[in-house]
């Protein structure tokens, strides 16, 4: 059998949290090796953040390799165990980091992941909370994100009741709040909170009528690439 390539400093990799029971990806965030040392591991922070909330979360890592020239994706489970706030990255950098811990021997991973879009204005798809619109920065059939008055918090692991508006058409909807965030202080708009959901209860018919919205977004951008 011929041997797995295993994860070493410098990789790229995709870092997945909150799987649901059909294993259909809710959020994958991006990440940089920095260290591997036995079966600790050190990734750089991820956007959006890891917080100490994290720590004990399950995750899987994956990350793409070549073989014969043909890209295969290979990955392991971990544990989230730390966050490091002071790493050395060099003598005179320090930064924020996630220390994971592998728990699986490697294995060929079908990493099913949902195509993110970032919706325009105009294009037919609202999503409220609360029955207010709120400003929604990408969706996919697994899930969104979106930001809103951060005077109308949600708690992060709350079930949430939502209108999803696909081209007039009105589509109620319950989704999980997977992570809560804030912008720094510093910035223009530290007025907003921002959540990151996870759909659940979604009717074939919306999902049918999502994923040719999702579609039709993408095969515009790609003619304008």
Same mark, same amino acid.
């Given at each position: 059998?011929?041997?797995?390539?295993?994860?070493?400093?410098?990789?790229?990799?995709?870092?997945?949290?909150?799987?649901?029971?059909?294993?259909?990806?809710?959020?994958?965030?991006?990440?940089?090796?920095?260290?591997?040392?036995?079966?600790?591991?050190?990734?750089?922070?991820?956007?959006?953040?890891?917080?100490?909330?994290?720590?004990?979360?399950?995750?899987?890592?994956? /990350?793409? @390799?070549?073989? &014969?020239?043909?890209?295969?994706?290979?990955?392991?489970? #971990?544990?989230?165990?730390?966050? %490091?706030? *002071?790493?050395?990255?060099?003598?005179?950098?320090?930064?924020?980091?996630?220390?994971?811990?592998?728990?699986?021997?490697?294995?060929?991973?079908?990493?099913?992941?949902? /195509?993110? @879009?970032?919706? &325009?204005?105009?294009?037919?798809?609202?999503?409220?909370? #609360?029955?207010?619109?709120?400003? %929604?920065? *990408?969706?996919?059939?697994?899930?969104?994100?979106?930001?809103?008055?951060?005077?109308?918090?949600?708690?992060?692991?709350?079930?949430?009741?939502?209108?999803?508006?696909?081209?007039?058409?009105?589509?109620?909807?319950?989704?999980?709040?997977?992570?809560?965030?804030?912008?720094?202080?510093?910035?223009?708009?530290?007025?907003?909170?921002?959540?990151?959901?996870?759909?659940?209860?979604?009717?074939?018919?919306?999902?049918?009528?999502?994923?040719?919205?999702?579609?039709?977004?993408?095969?515009?951008?790609?003619?304008?690439?």
């Amino acid at each position: 059998m011929e041997k797995l390539v295993d994860i070493r400093p410098g990789m790229s990799v995709n870092v997945v949290i909150n799987v649901d029971i059909d294993k259909e990806i809710a959020d994958v965030r991006n990440a940089i090796v920095y260290d591997v040392d036995g079966v600790v591991i050190v990734l750089s922070q991820t956007n959006p953040p890891f917080t100490k909330y994290h720590i004990g979360t399950e995750i899987t890592v994956t /990350y793409l @390799v070549k073989k &014969k020239e043909i890209p295969s994706r290979i990955g392991f489970s #971990g544990k989230v165990i730390g966050i %490091l706030n *002071d790493y050395n990255l060099y003598s005179s950098n320090t930064v924020q980091a996630i220390n994971i811990v592998r728990e699986s021997e490697l294995k060929i991973y079908d990493l099913r992941m949902h /195509y993110r @879009v970032n919706p &325009k204005s105009d294009s037919g798809i609202y999503l409220y909370v #609360g029955g207010e619109k709120v400003n %929604l920065l *990408d969706i996919s059939i697994g899930g969104a994100r979106f930001c809103h008055p951060r005077d109308n918090p949600i708690e992060r692991g709350v079930m949430i009741k939502m209108i999803l508006i696909l081209d007039l058409e009105r589509f109620d909807i319950e989704a999980k709040a997977v992570n809560v965030w804030y912008p720094s202080e510093s910035e223009r708009r530290a007025d907003l909170e921002y959540v990151s959901v996870q759909f659940f209860k979604m009717d074939k018919k919306c999902s049918h009528s999502l994923s040719g919205k999702i579609l039709t977004i993408q095969r515009e951008f790609l003619s304008k690439t």
